[in-house]
């Protein structure tokens, strides 16, 4: 393979595996705030357990995610020198800003968070955890407004000339506010939230399975599975406007998820199938119209196809259409799943179905894969530009690396990342089948004794 082949690809595999970890903090952080505060409104010493639990679980998540990252801001300098000194002004303010702003807030309350229980009172506690949350989700802001600036560029202009040709902002606020940077915040934590609410059932519902720690389990599904309805219907809601963004801003990429080859009023949605790029033919079962419809709120809409796209600015057709049809199934699939378990529960009969417990226990693959599925279809979507309109990626990268160091390194990065997963989950893994400590049923420090008087005591 060649330099630009090898690079994307190691790119490619970095930000993958460091994507499995920031859905789960952001998630885990507020299903931690939404326990603390039912264990400061009803003193119950289960959700102060549940609270102590799931903060060594993100703890985890944290620290995978924050090592996994680092690799990848190296990435930008060694592989594509030509794309940092293209945009550094703009993407670099960006991660500047999550650097400055979000990593040293999520980390600084991080201490207090972990190793504070006994040490600081229940309600700097539960500030100290909404710190955290909040720094998470700022973090993804940044990083989202960074990479929705390459998908439509705004609040710049270009100065120089050939190689020495780079983008300087103009207007911070329309660069953060970008024409797709908001729609696509909102499905990027929707999607995280789903991550961490299906972490905590799946747990709950293993619990269950194994029949240990009853009230702990129950809890935990119902509290993530609560989180776990709402984000999925905020990822149809948010998934729906990003697509309308998608239409205006990029349609290569929009007929590339639907493999629409022709302009066409009512043009149909897939509902799956195969693209035929030689013969230029979508194949599958497709529903007339809908496409039009959501993407402009009118079945007579024409839809752009690809044969109005130049052929060398078209994306990957079958491979975009396939990862975006996985995304939308994945995530139909979890609406679906989410709705039953959430009746079963309400009607009292979770425990008697061994079956949906199963599902529930493998549901945590769920989000992963439709977050995954929807940043690659997102991404590969976008080529072949590295920012859209702007710059190619074959014109991105760094001129004086070669195939070999990129393989060679590729090849070290991958036996490091599979050590490191292999660490996340024999230690996730050891955490659950320690599962809660009794211990943390009855709060200890400075403020037991306000507990006690409060009420409490675990017995």
């Known amino acids: 393979m060649d330099v630009l082949t090898l690079s994307r690809l190691q790119f490619a595999l970095t930000a993958a595996f460091h994507y499995l970890y920031p859905p789960l903090s952001i998630g885990l952080g507020v299903l931690l705030v939404v326990i ?70 999520e980390s600084g309350f991080l201490a207090v968070l972990l190793f504070g229980w006994d040490k600081v009172g229940p309600k700097v506690h539960f500030f100290a955890t909404c710190m955290v949350a909040f720094g998470a989700h700022f973090s993804a802001i940044w990083i989202v407004v960074a990479n929705s600036w390459m998908q439509t560029p705004a609040g710049f202009h270009i100065v120089g000339e050939g190689l020495a040709a780079r983008a300087e902002i103009t207007d911070f606020w329309a660069m953060v506010f970008n024409p797709s940077s908001m729609d696509r915040l909102n499905h990027t934590l929707a999607g995280a939230w789903q991550a961490g609410a299906w972490l905590m059932v799946s747990v709950g519902a293993w619990y269950l399975l194994r029949r240990r720690h009853r009230d702990f389990a129950l809890a935990s599904v119902r509290i993530g599975l609560g989180l776990a309805v709402v984000a999925a219907l905020l990822s149809l809601v948010t998934g729906h406007e990003s697509a309308q963004g998608v239409a205006v801003n990029q349609p290569a990429k929009l007929a590339a998820f639907e493999g629409l080859w022709e302009t066409t009023a009512q043009a149909p949605l897939h509902v799956f199938g195969w693209v035929d790029t030689a013969q230029e033919q979508t194949q599958g079962p497709e529903i007339k119209g809908l496409l039009s419809w959501l993407a402009y709120g009118d079945t ?67 989000p992963q894969i439709a977050n995954q599925a929807g940043w690659w279809a997102a991404e590969v979507g976008r080529q072949p530009w590295i920012v859209y309109g702007l710059l190619r990626t074959s014109e991105a990268l760094s001129k004086v690396v070669t195939a070999g160091q990129v393989a060679a390194s590729m090849a070290m990065f991958l036996f490091v990342y599979v050590l490191l997963f292999a660490v996340f989950v024999f230690l996730l893994n050891e955490k659950i089948r320690h599962g809660p400590d009794d211990g943390d049923l009855r709060p200890a420090g400075k403020w037991a004794l306000g507990f006690q008087a409060a009420g409490g005591g675990g017995k």
């Open 36 to 105: 603390e505060a039912i264990w400061l409104k009803t003193r119950n010493p289960l959700y102060h357990q549940m609270a102590r639990f799931w903060t060594k679980v993100f703890a985890l998540t944290f620290a995978i995610g924050v090592a996994t990252g680092i690799v990848m801001e190296f990435e930008f300098g060694t592989n594509w020198a030509t794309y940092s000194r293209y945009v550094g002004d703009v993407f670099g303010s960006a991660l500047a800003a999550e650097g400055i702003f979000a990593f040293f807030l």
């Open 300 to 366: 007579g809409r024409a839809v752009t196809g690809l044969k109005e796209i130049p052929r060398d600015e078209r994306p990957p057709v079958n491979f975009t259409f396939q990862l975006f049809h996985l995304m939308v199934g994945v995530g139909c699939a979890m609406l679906v799943l989410a709705a039953w378990a959430a009746v079963v529960l309400w009607r009292g009969r979770l425990e008697q179905s061994r079956l949906l417990l199963w599902l529930l226990t493998l549901s945590v693959l769920g």
